[in-house]
């Protein structure tokens, strides 16, 4: 009973974010390239769980996200395990599942 309780409210936060992955896909002023280039600082290929925090703080927006929150980012999304993102690894954030 409890992991029911715990499942489904993860169950429907995935379902919400991609629905806005999809959204997101469409809209005209969003590139990926743009992106990943804001998150990297413009001048290195792989994405840090601290260029992570600050990408967002490039975007205004604070407060979201932290050492540990950027780390299970990186740690979810990281296929080659080296601790930071690829282009396409972080491509696979923003892309919606189907």
């Given at each position: 009973?409890?992991?029911?309780?715990?499942?489904k409210p993860v169950?429907?936060?995935?379902?919400?974010?991609?629905?806005?992955?999809?959204?997101?896909?469409?809209?005209?002023?969003?590139?990926?390239?743009?992106?990943f280039n804001i998150?990297?600082?413009?001048?290195?290929?792989?994405?840090?769980?601290?260029?992570?925090?600050?990408?967002?703080?490039?975007?205004?927006?604070?407060?979201?996200?932290?050492?540990?929150?950027?780390?299970?980012?990186?740690?979810?999304?990281?296929?080659?395990?080296?601790?930071?993102?690829?282009?396409?690894?972080?491509?696979?954030?923003?892309?919606?599942?189907?």
């Open positions: 009973m409890v992991v029911t309780l715990f499942v169950l429907d936060m995935e379902h919400r974010l991609e629905q806005e992955k999809a959204k997101l896909s469409f809209a005209s002023d969003f590139s990926l390239a743009g992106a998150f990297s600082g413009y001048s290195e290929a792989r994405v840090t769980n601290t260029d992570l925090i600050l990408g967002l703080e490039r975007l205004s927006v604070t407060r979201l996200c932290d050492q540990v929150d950027a780390a299970l980012v990186i740690n979810r999304f990281d296929c080659d395990e080296d601790k930071s993102l690829s282009y396409w690894e972080f491509a696979n954030i923003f892309l919606p599942v189907q």
